[in-house]
């Protein structure tokens, strides 16, 4: 039987009820543990004191209820009155399995956070009215959790950024200077040797040099319009056997001479891609064997399924294992081996086009890097 009071001509037992009622609701949900475990508690509050028979509260992640279960019609309709009301906002009443169902949206700062029911024989306006009040206790502590894990992602972001910006500077600072200082350096050279053959060579190493910078500049560029969602694909009608010849040639002169191979069968479908971004994904992945890896290095094409597999791989020792896990992050590398923008490029790159970025350890042990595109039938040509 449920617990009542008979309120004066004041009312005052029912406003001191009421008032007891909520201040224990208030201190359990400000008080320790989880937010489920302070909602289970308010519930369980608002149950003892003969308000409810049970109760429960939907929010977008979770549905929580506790009380006895009663009869499953109940449940069962006390759950989907919740989930109208917490999607319309509006309050809701029905009847089921013998007891009346009363449901609050859960209102907080202009927001619906969800949504709260609670079951009972009846609910006259004064428990309609004390069920309302705890609804809106409940709302503002559920609104405050969704403020504290804000703040926490946000400042979770920030310590991401400011580590991100300190890689970056000091990334940036040796990719940058190594380069300048060699070029200084063979300018200084040129200044006293007059040596054709010498001279030639020294100004070989400046183009070196100075392809080297523009790559590095050319990837944070890429990437921060990636990023930024500038740079977008412009897909057509592509042969592979063109795009891998395209790339290779791109990326001749970061290769230090390591020779390539090619495995691309005959009957490779066309397949659409932007070919200038797959150029830039094959430039780097290349690079990268050159730099990381060993000789051989080969491009291998294969169609498996509805997709089209383009990899690069090569016969060094891999990916660290300490790396793998962050490979496709910025600036995640070998200390003092490059910026690590490369292969987070790549799979952007890739994403851009409808594709993704794979890793999977070569035959040999080595690394291997496959762009996969999706295949799909091309247009008919006529005449």
Do not use: Y
């Amino acid at each position: 039987m449920r617990a009542t009071s008979s309120p004066d001509a004041s009312g005052a037992p029912g406003r001191a009820r009421r008032l007891e009622l909520l201040l224990t609701v208030i201190e359990t949900l400000e008080s320790e543990g989880s937010l489920d475990e302070r909602i289970d508690g308010a519930l369980r509050l608002a149950r003892d004191a003969g308000l409810v028979t049970s109760g429960g509260v939907v929010r977008a992640d979770s549905a929580r209820s506790v009380g006895p279960p009663g009869d499953p019609a109940t449940a069962e309709a006390a759950l989907r009155l919740a989930a109208g009301v917490a999607r319309e906002g509006a309050e809701g009443r029905e009847r089921a399995g013998g007891s009346e169902i009363l449901c609050v949206p859960l209102r907080a700062e202009g927001r619906i956070e969800g949504a709260v029911w609670f079951a009972a024989p009846t609910f006259p306006p004064d428990e309609a009215a004390l069920a309302r009040d705890v609804a809106d206790r409940l709302a503002r502590a559920v609104a405050d959790e969704r403020h504290r894990r804000e703040q926490l992602e946000l400042a979770g972001e920030l310590r991401r950024s400011d580590a991100l910006k300190t890689a970056l500077l000091r990334g940036v600072t040796h990719e940058l200077r190594t380069p300048l200082a060699g070029i200084a350096n063979a300018a200084d050279a040129l200044m006293v040797i007059d040596d054709p053959r010498e001279r030639a060579e020294i100004l070989r190493a400046v183009i070196g040099e100075t392809q080297r910078l523009e790559r590095v500049v050319s990837n944070l560029l890429d990437l921060s319009r990636v990023e930024g969602g500038v740079l977008s694909a412009r897909m057509e009608w592509c042969v592979l056997e063109e795009l891998v010849g395209s790339g290779l040639l791109a990326a001749a002169a970061f290769l230090d001479g390591v020779g390539v191979s090619t495995d691309i069968p005959d009957d490779v479908p066309l397949v659409q891609a932007d070919p200038v971004l797959t150029e830039r994904i094959l430039v780097n992945l290349l690079h990268n064997a050159a730099r990381h890896g060993a000789p051989p290095v080969r491009v291998v094409g294969r169609r498996i399924g509805a997709e089209l597999e383009l990899a690069v791989e090569d016969a060094g020792p891999g990916v660290d294992p300490r790396v793998l896990p962050t490979v496709f992050e910025p600036f995640s590398h070998r200390e003092g081996v490059g910026l690590g923008l490369g292969l987070p490029l790549c799979r952007r790159l890739a994403e851009a086009q409808g594709g993704r970025l794979e890793h999977r350890t070569a035959a040999g042990g080595g690394a291997r890097f496959a762009l996969v595109l999706p295949l799909t039938t091309p247009p008919e040509v006529e005449g």
